[in-house]
């Protein structure tokens, strides 16, 4: 047992549906930040899904290429230059476009990314790709991304059932003939695969002399670093030399610049902090005055102001421990609804953890110092 | 008296007519400028350890006033206050702070922590000094409790208790420490005049048996018997 009487702990104790109402209320700003930083995190994620699969130890692409959004293709003559490196293995390259998908129930059309691979050279890592990439040889065949969207209509299903599957690309027949798994982000629903011959044909302005991605496999023990600044000194500027982190960076660094997603986002932590506050402290604030007769007294017996601060701010940071736990799961909670809605990579990490954590500790310890101004008028002299 | 101590400060066979408060001219003023209004005027007065000393006089008086000082709830302004030993008059936060941990204050209101049991009320006062272990002090405060005639009521909230037990919870808060004053403020006017009594005897009885010196403001006439000196405040001086 305790030597102290844990004063903090037994007042918030003491009224249960009070203690209730302030931890719904602490937990509800938390799962608001949660939620929030959450979306934040998991559209920047997603937007990099495609690039962090690339299978490559360097990228080449046009110092132009900022996002997905705005495809800026590259001299291929560029990618064949780095083969004069010694420690270049081997070069391929990918062809990226929008595309025009028609959903074979609804006859709606809607915009999907795709991504025009040789069959045969590394591209992705994708297990799919991998182990049978031949079907994706014939011309007019594409492979579905299981994860996108259902509003493209239900293809791996039908993919899954009848082996293949006509649809409508670009206002040409194509088969589907097999699935793989990417996932959606908020530059497209949903993704296709296709040969760099079907891509071609399907985008007939583009120059195939003109892609949009160049992928480096380096010799086993080249050092990726120095064989990066030798190639970035050799080619010229119409081209950068990247790592797929840097590239996936790229596209993260658009989506942060453009600012809309971080202020949305940032708006909805900061209401949910300023929601928080106000409740902790308004809790807190009544807490001192109904009972400013009490901490007078304690006054009076001969307890410091020093002392008073700090029940209450233990009360403070108890709230937060105490809203922080519901918070956290419903969180989770909400996470996995929304990964099952939309598809987002969407999920807890440590990270966010911790720093709604923290900003709750913030947010009651800030209310519990406002609340202690209020102490102030706990004067001994006035409870005879 | 003040020879005495004087011709006497080792040995002590005047341990009981020692003064812990002292008063020599006293003036206090509340308000400022020319609402500033004198509430205090030439306050002396000693009081030795042990007395049981009732302090009377018409509403408005300054009874309050001189007893917040005396508590060290208030800083002292003007004349010279000495309370077991301690200059009030220019004391710091700190040392009023620590003056207060020496004194048990009783109050019209019980000022009981809602949020906390009479037991756990009671350990608060213990809390302030060295009251031993958790379970030394639980034992302490239950045998005060008891004291009081409240034993059976330990693990009651404030809320279950009447007047007349809260306020005897209060005083078992205000004696468990042994403090060596205990300063009390018409602490009978919410009881019943059967409770009033009780309430005023078992302090007497409990200030004797720890040889504490009490000061008690009443309007009550009916409790003045228990009282060695009665003093009369009126227009804020002694009479
Ligand atoms: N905080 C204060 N500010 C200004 N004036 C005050 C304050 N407290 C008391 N007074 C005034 O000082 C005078 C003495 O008040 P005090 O409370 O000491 O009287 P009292 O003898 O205790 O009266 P009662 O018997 O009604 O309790 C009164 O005129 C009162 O109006
Ligand atoms: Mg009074």
Redesign the interface.
């Known amino acids: ?5 844990p ?1 903090a702990w ?2 918030l ?3 249960k549906t009070r203690l209730l109402v302030a931890i719904a209320g602490i937990g509800f700003a938390d799962m608001l930040m949660f939620v929030q930083l959450g979306f934040q995190d998991s559209l920047y994620d997603s937007a990099t899904v495609p690039h962090r699969l690339l299978q490559a130890d360097l990228v080449i692409t046009n110092p132009q290429f900022k996002s997905l959004t705005s495809i800026q293709s590259f001299n291929r003559e560029r990618l064949y230059q780095t083969l004069s490196d010694d420690a270049v293995q081997s070069v391929s390259s990918i062809y990226i476009g929008m595309g025009d998908w028609k959903n074979p129930d609804t006859r709606l059309v809607r915009s999907i990314l795709v991504w025009g691979v040789e069959p045969g050279a590394p591209s992705f890592r994708l297990p799919e790709l991998s182990q049978n990439a031949d079907s994706l040889k014939l011309l007019n065949q594409v492979w579905f991304d299981q994860a996108g969207r259902p509003e493209y209509g239900a293809i791996p299903a039908l993919v899954q059932q009848q082996g293949s599957f006509e649809a409508e690309l670009n206002r040409q027949t194509v088969r589907a003939v097999g699935l793989f798994t990417m996932g959606s982000s908020f530059v497209a629903d949903g993704n296709v695969l296709t040969s760099d011959s079907t891509f071609l044909k399907l985008y007939p302005d583009r120059k195939p002399e003109q892609p949009d991605v160049g992928l480096i496999q380096l010799k086993p023990n080249a050092d990726r670093q120095q064989v990066q600044t030798r190639l970035k000194a050799l080619l010229p500027p119409d081209v950068t030399v990247l790592t797929v982190e840097e590239f996936a960076a790229v596209e993260k660094h658009y989506w942060e610049s453009q600012g809309t997603i971080g202020f949305i986002f940032g708006m909805g932590v900061f209401v949910g902090f300023v929601v928080g506050t106000v409740i902790v402290y308004q809790i807190l604030y009544t807490d001192v005055a109904n ?1 400013l ?2 901490y ?9 102001n020093r002392y008073l601060i700090g029940v209450l701010l233990q009360e403070a940071l108890l709230l937060a421990v105490l809203g922080y736990i519901p918070g956290f799961a419903v969180a989770i909670g909400l996470y996995h609804l929304t990964h099952a809605a939309t598809l987002l990579p969407i999920g807890m990490t440590m990270n966010r953890a911790i720093i709604v954590f923290l900003l709750t500790i913030l947010m009651c310890g800030a209310s519990g110092a406002i609340a202690t101004r209020k102490l102030r008028s706990a004067d ?2 006035d ?2 | 008296m003040f020879m005495q101590t004087l011709s006497s400060p080792q040995v002590n066979p005047t341990a009981q007519r020692q003064p812990v408060i002292v008063a020599n001219h006293l003036n206090h003023y509340f308000g400022q400028g020319s609402l500033r209004k004198q509430v205090l005027f030439e306050i002396n007065l000693e009081i030795q350890t042990g007395e049981i000393v009732i302090m009377t006089g018409p509403s408005g008086s300054g009874k309050t006033t001189l007893l917040t000082l005396m508590g060290g709830l208030r800083s002292a302004q003007e004349g010279s206050l000495k309370i077991l030993g301690q200059e009030i008059c220019g004391a710091t936060q700190r040392q009023l702070t620590q003056l207060r941990q020496q004194i048990g204050y009783i109050f019209q209101a019980h000022n009981l922590m809602s949020f906390l049991t009479a037991r756990q009320n009671v350990r608060m006062a213990l809390e302030l000094h060295d009251g031993g272990s958790a379970q030394a002090m639980d034992a302490k405060a239950l045998a005060m409790l008891e004291a009081v005639g409240l034993g059976h009521r330990a693990d009651y909230y404030p809320e279950n208790l009447s007047g007349g037990q809260k306020q005897r919870v209060a005083i078992a808060r205000a004696l468990i420490s042994h403090p060596k004053i205990v300063l009390a403020d018409e602490p009978t006017a919410a009881l019943d005049k059967k409770s009033g009594r009780d309430v005023v005897e078992l302090m007497q009885k409990l200030a004797k048996e720890q040889g504490c010196t009490i000061l008690l403001v009443t309007h009550d006439n009916r409790i003045l018997d228990i009282a060695d000196r009665i003093i009369y405040m009126e227009d804020g001086r002694l009479k």
């Open positions: 047992m305790a030597r102290k009487t004063v037994l007042q104790m003491k009224e009972h007769p009490e007078a007294t304690l006054k009076a017996m001969g307890y410091d001994p002299a409870i005879f």
